[in-house]
Nanobody
Framework: QVQLVESGGGLVQAGGSLRLSCAAS????????MGWFRQAPGKEREFVAT????????SYADSVKGRFTISRDNAKSTLYLQMNSLKPEDTAVYYC??????????????WGQGTQVTVSS
């Protein structure tokens, strides 16, 4: 089965930036759609962004559109999330996901362990 490992989380001031990475192994990375989801304490898991296997199509939650950019490097089997203009409400555990047909509802086939992002005001 596919293994996903996130990294790059941490503490940042509001208005700052972070770049998350997700390294994949176990299968051919390029055959999967990929996505980022997040979950804050006391809240449901929330869709952040997805990208197709070819990087030709991306989708973003309205709350992050214009601030976050999802990308992938199939040669390196790595997914990225560039987060700019961070807000305190972006604070959450961010999860990398992979699937043959990943959905905004979170019905992915594989999940990483998560990385904490904390944005202070």
């Amino acid at each position: 089965q596919v293994q996903l490992v996130e990294s790059g989380g941490g503490l940042v001031q509001a208005g700052g930036s972070l770049r998350l990475s997700c390294a994949a192994s176990g299968r051919m990375f390029s055959i999967y759609a990929m996505g980022w989801f997040r979950q804050a304490p006391g809240k449901e898991r929330e869709f952040v962004a997805t990208i197709t296997r070819t990087s030709g199509t991306t989708s973003y939650a309205d709350s992050v559109k214009g601030r976050f950019t999802i990308s992938r490097d199939n040669a390196k089997s790595t997914l990225y999330l560039q987060m700019n203009s961070l807000k305190p409400e972006d604070t959450a555990v961010y999860y990398c996901a992979a699937g043959w047909a990943i959905t905004r509802g979170g019905n992915a086939d594989y999940w990483g362990q998560g990385t904490q992002v904390t944005v202070s005001s």
